[in-house]
């Protein structure tokens, strides 16, 4: 794909942002017959934000679009599955802080695990059960699972029992920012460490109505309840505050090296665009959503998470050598002092970070 297809993609993006839908309409169309997603390249990606720019001013793609991507549509779960089991930068970042929460959980009488946004807990279990095989289960673990998703928590709930650990689950069915004062007197009162995992889920944090900044607010409760450790994994771009035009060049600068990372994978060229169509629903929200507060994909840098953990009170810690995995081939993992970066071609995709409480 050339240059000269991305400048139409930025055209496109800057008279949209300024409301100028018709001539945003006619670079698109002129983009489009530059497209062909069934090559190996940029293409799928192009369609990608093709899609979503077409969408956000009223223009739908056409049936021909509709039924390449509907060809790699699978249910979530699979692409779920199919992206544990092949991407390694999410490999690379379950493996990393699934060992930072482990070290603080192994041999432990007692202890607490907080994971905001468990999902259906799989990271969670995976550690308990390595932690079983090892004979260093806590004797007895309290969970306490934050995640709007009543299912979610149940099934979080089965997934961590059946590792066979002892342990009491609480069920918290809400958004992190949306967490009562009876939630946190739970944290607070719960048996110690505190240990907290927070993956992939503090993106979603959006500032309220009065532009409180969310985020920072709930650090600073986190700070407050005295966690022994807070292991957070997030994306490193930036799509949080920043105006169309630059959050759709930040999205670019994340995703192409991400499509990129996908095409050097030894998979199926099918398996390689179900797994690019796992992002459609990003693209989608990053830059293909007319109401800013509608959007739900909101990653910040880890260099901006770092100032917020700092600027709550927490300290980031170098991560033991021993939680670093070796790296999987095309990725790359870099260790700096305060989190482990995980990319592809020198390009930080995502960031793992390991946070104590700053004392004095």
Same mark, same amino acid.
């Given at each position: ?32 017959? @530059? ?43 699979? @692409? ?141 409760? @986190? ?138």
């Amino acid at each position: 794909m050339s240059v000269h297809a991305f400048d139409m993609l930025c055209r496109a993006v800057e008279e949209t942002d300024a409301g100028r839908t018709d001539t945003a309409r006619r670079w698109l169309d002129k983009l489009r017959g @530059l497209i062909a997603p069934e090559k190996v390249g940029d293409d799928f990606l192009y369609l990608l934000y093709h899609d979503a720019l077409a969408r956000r001013i009223g223009n739908c793609q056409d049936e021909r679009d509709n039924l390449y991507l509907r060809r790699f549509e699978r249910p979530q779960i699979e @692409l779920f599955d199919l992206m544990a089991r092949h991407m390694p930068a999410v490999t690379l970042a379950g493996r990393i802080g699934g060992a930072l929460l482990a070290d603080h959980l192994a041999g432990r009488d007692t202890a607490t695990l907080m994971s905001v946004g468990i999902g259906s807990g799989g990271q969670e279990a995976a550690v308990l059960t390595e932690l079983a095989s090892r004979g260093q289960a806590p004797g007895r673990l309290t969970v306490i699972g934050v995640d709007p998703a009543v299912d979610s928590l149940h099934q979080a709930e089965r997934s961590i029992r059946d590792t066979r650990v002892p342990l009491d689950f609480h069920h918290v069915p809400r958004f992190a920012e949306h967490m009562t004062e009876e939630d946190w007197d739970l944290v607070r009162r719960a048996p110690r460490p505190l240990v907290v995992n927070a993956a992939f889920a503090l993106h979603h944090l959006r500032d309220n109505a009065s532009g409180t900044d969310e985020r920072s607010a709930f650090l600073a409760k @986190l700070r407050d309840a005295e966690p022994d450790v807070l292991v957070l994994c997030e994306p490193d771009s930036d799509h949080h505050r920043v105006a169309l035009p630059e959050r759709f060049r930040n999205s670019w600068r994340h995703f192409h090296p991400v499509f990129r990372l996908i095409d050097a994978l030894d998979v199926s060229a099918a398996d390689r665009n179900a797994m690019k169509l796992f992002f459609r629903r990003e693209v989608v929200d990053i830059v293909g959503t007319a109401d800013d507060e509608e959007r739900y994909e909101r990653h910040e840098p880890a260099g901006t998470w770092l100032a917020r953990l700092r600027g709550a009170g927490f300290r980031p810690m170098p991560a033991p050598a021993e939680s670093v995995s070796e790296t999987i081939p095309p990725a790359f993992i870099r260790q700096d002092p305060d989190s482990v970066r995980i990319g592809f071609d020198g390009e930080s995709i995502l960031a793992v970070i390991h946070a104590v409480p700053a004392h004095g």
